[in-house]
């Protein structure tokens, strides 16, 4: 079974533009999370996704939006860039139920640079 | 609400000596409890999970971890360290509540593995 994948792995944008972030689940898995990692804040949620309605959501400015599709792909949108919003953005699925017990697979990742 | 605390941002060890990675938790809920490891330029992947059955946790690579209720700890432990464990740990807590996907992560513990 194929990963989590992520594209693209690497994006350079400048202050003010908007970014879109995709993401493929595992195969099967209906429930996509996202999350924003840097050095200074870690690993923070950003939201979660599931059948298609968010779920779950972190504590981010509105800044940060995203959906899912009818085949369970997401994507990520943040709108006017700012110099803080480089990171690494991860996104995991986990399997069918979409429950806390269950595992989360996450990507490699989609490194974004702002300048 | 529910938190993770790392104790230790770093730690250092010998190859071949027993490796321990602190990690206290709070949460209003019954949590379900995860360590996650991420080595350079990699995602993370998953060493074991907590969700309520058994408090001795074995996880992957040698890995276990026990959940003391009483102390609100899950501490990470491996009897001999190798190499390739240098790494970033992260002990990660997640409602346990069938509400979805919202893991809460510690701050990480770099792992260095010395010769």
């Known amino acids: 079974k194929a990963g989590v994948t992520q594209t693209p792995r690497y994006l350079i944008k400048t202050r003010g533009q908007q970014v879109t972030l995709s993401c493929s689940p595992i195969s099967g898995h209906r429930s996509v999370s996202w999350y924003q990692q840097t050095p200074g804040q870690g690993l923070q949620f950003l939201f979660e996704y599931f059948s298609e309605t968010q779920r779950n959501k972190g504590n981010f400015p509105g800044r940060f939006s995203g959906r899912q599709f009818s085949n369970s792909r997401s994507e990520m949108n943040v709108s006017t860039l700012e110099l803080g919003d480089s990171a690494l953005y991860l996104c995991?699925?986990?399997?069918?139920?979409?429950?806390?017990?269950?595992?989360?697979?996450f990507g490699p990742g989609t490194r974004l640079t702002v300048l | 609400a529910q938190s993770v605390t790392q104790l230790d941002s770093h730690v250092s060890v010998s190859e071949g000596t027993p490796v321990l990675l602190r990690c206290n938790y709070s949460s209003s809920y019954s949590p379900s409890l995860f360590w996650y490891v991420q080595h350079p330029n990699k995602g993370l992947q998953l060493l074991l999970k907590?969700?309520?059955?058994?408090?001795l946790v074995k996880g992957i690579n040698g890995f276990e971890a026990e959940f003391k209720k009483s102390e609100t700890s899950f501490h990470l432990t491996k009897p001999s360290a190798h190499m390739s464990d240098a790494a970033e740990y992260f002990c990660v807590v997640s409602l346990n509540n069938n509400a979805g996907n919202m893991l809460t992560f510690g701050g990480g513990t770099r792992l260095m593995v010395k010769p």
């Open positions: 995991a699925s986990s399997s069918p139920g979409g429950s806390s017990y269950n595992e989360q697979f």
């Open positions: 907590y969700t309520s059955a058994a408090t």
